[in-house]
């Protein structure tokens, strides 16, 4: 079982709804990432927690919002989302240095309509 | 600059044969660390395996074996008698002391194994 935990599994949402993807992690890591992959592509980083301060937001567009409320939780939230964000939507944690590896989650399948 | 390449988009192979998948990087720093992840159909991404750049030291776990060369900027991954189960596609991975919180991803590559 992976230690850290994304819900909802599937979201299916309109342009026009908005949601939230939740992470979640208690191996005591210090850094947490939002990574957005397409099918046959390499994971892109979208931002960087670390120490629960924003250190690495990679241009990413308005219509996300990253929040994280304490150490152990990740979220993002979605408003007017456009369909080419349809992707699946991974978190990961890490201890935060260079040599320390990321644990991801299941991911959650984003699919806007 | 950071980069990592995996040439090999896709390979299929034979159950029980055995398969390397290759890793070239790029990087100015001089400690990094080179990271392979697996990622089955499920979706998550499964760390397999970390190496420092100091350490050449060639590793094995069951009938997988990592070889780093410095030299040639590889960090290649071989399967030894290849199970369906080790359908996947992999990625390779590095990290730099000089590149804070990132991780540079190849672009992966997709190992099919036909029983």
């Known amino acids: 079982d992976t230690e850290v935990t994304q819900t909802p599994k599937h979201l299916v949402m309109g342009m026009t709804n908005k949601k939230s993807l939740k992470c979640e992690q208690h191996?005591?890591?210090?850094?947490m990432y939002w990574y957005k992959q397409k099918a046959k592509k390499p994971p892109e980083l979208m931002f960087v927690?670390?120490?629960?301060?924003?250190?690495i937001n990679e241009s990413v567009p308005s219509r996300f919002s990253p929040e994280c409320p304490n150490s152990s939780l990740l979220n993002l939230h979605l408003h007017a989302l456009q369909p080419e964000d349809s992707a699946l939507y991974l978190c990961?944690?890490?201890?935060?240095?260079?040599?320390?590896?990321?644990?991801f989650g299941n991911g959650t399948r984003l699919t806007v309509t | 600059a950071q980069k990592v390449t995996q040439a090999q988009t896709e390979i299929s192979v034979v159950e029980k044969e055995d398969v390397t998948l290759d890793c070239v990087y790029e990087?100015?720093?001089?400690?990094?660390?080179l990271f392979w992840y697996k990622q089955p159909p499920s979706g998550e991404l499964v760390f397999l395996i970390r190496?420092?750049?100091?350490?050449?030291q060639n590793e094995i776990s069951g009938r997988y074996s990592w070889n780093f060369q410095k030299s040639t900027s590889s960090f290649n991954f071989t399967i030894t008698a290849s199970q369906v189960v080790d359908s996947a596609v992999y990625f390779c991975?590095?990290?730099?002391?000089?590149?804070?919180?990132?991780?540079?991803f190849g672009t992966g590559t997709s190992l099919t194994v036909i029983p």
């Open positions: 990961a944690s890490s201890r935060g240095h260079q040599e320390s590896p990321l644990h």
């Open positions: 191996m005591g890591h210090r850094a």
């Open positions: 927690y670390s120490y629960e301060k924003l250190s």
């Open positions: 990087t100015r720093d001089t400690t990094y660390y």
């Open positions: 190496r420092n750049s100091f350490d050449e």
């Open positions: 991975a590095l990290s730099g002391a000089n590149t804070g919180n990132q991780f540079y």
